[in-house]
């Protein structure tokens, strides 16, 4: 603070700016970064940014089975929500420490 009480106004803007830039530098390594999910004992594999992106989905040939076209559905949705809980926890670890300031965190990032 500056004298009379009143808070220094360069200082506020600069460190506002640091952590603007600090969050856009998390937020692009969270976009080049990839985790992964699994179901099925590894037979249904999804790939997702640290942002929430799909990126892949690969489905062991053993998983297909043309008369149960379900549970290799409930694998599929089980790697993804799997590789997605990954990102989100990849996305807490890196922006938590950041927005922390913004009263609890950015809204629609988690």
Same mark, same amino acid.
């Not at 500056?2 to 830039?21: E, F, H, R, V, Y």
């Not at 530098?25 to 099925?40: D, F, I, K, P, R």
């Given at each position: 603070?500056?004298?009379? %009480?009143?808070?220094?106004?360069?200082?506020?803007?600069?460190? /506002? *700016?640091?952590?603007?830039? =600090? #969050? !856009? @530098? !998390?937020?692009?390594? +969270?976009?080049?970064?990839?985790?992964?999910?699994? !179901?099925? %004992? %590894?037979? &249904?594999? @999804?790939?997702?940014?640290? @942002?929430?992106? +799909? $990126?892949? +989905? &690969?489905?062991?040939?053993?998983? &297909? =089975?043309?008369? =149960?076209?379900?549970?290799?559905? =409930?694998? &599929?949705?089980? !790697?993804?929500?799997?590789?997605?809980?990954? /990102?989100?926890?990849?996305?807490? $670890?890196? #922006?938590?420490?950041?927005? *922390?300031?913004?009263?609890? %965190? +950015?809204?629609? #990032?988690?």
């Amino acid at each position: 603070m500056i004298p009379g %009480g009143q808070p220094n106004m360069q200082a506020l803007l600069q460190q /506002a *700016q640091k952590m603007q830039q =600090d #969050l !856009a @530098a !998390a937020q692009q390594e +969270l976009a080049e970064t990839e985790v992964e999910g699994s !179901a099925g %004992g %590894g037979l &249904v594999t @999804a790939t997702v940014s640290g @942002a929430g992106e +799909l $990126r892949a +989905l &690969v489905i062991d040939p053993k998983a &297909v =089975d043309p008369e =149960d076209t379900e549970t290799l559905a =409930d694998l &599929v949705v089980a !790697a993804v929500h799997n590789a997605t809980d990954a /990102a989100q926890e990849l996305q807490q $670890r890196k #922006l938590g420490p950041l927005t *922390q300031g913004l009263g609890g %965190g +950015l809204p629609g #990032l988690f």
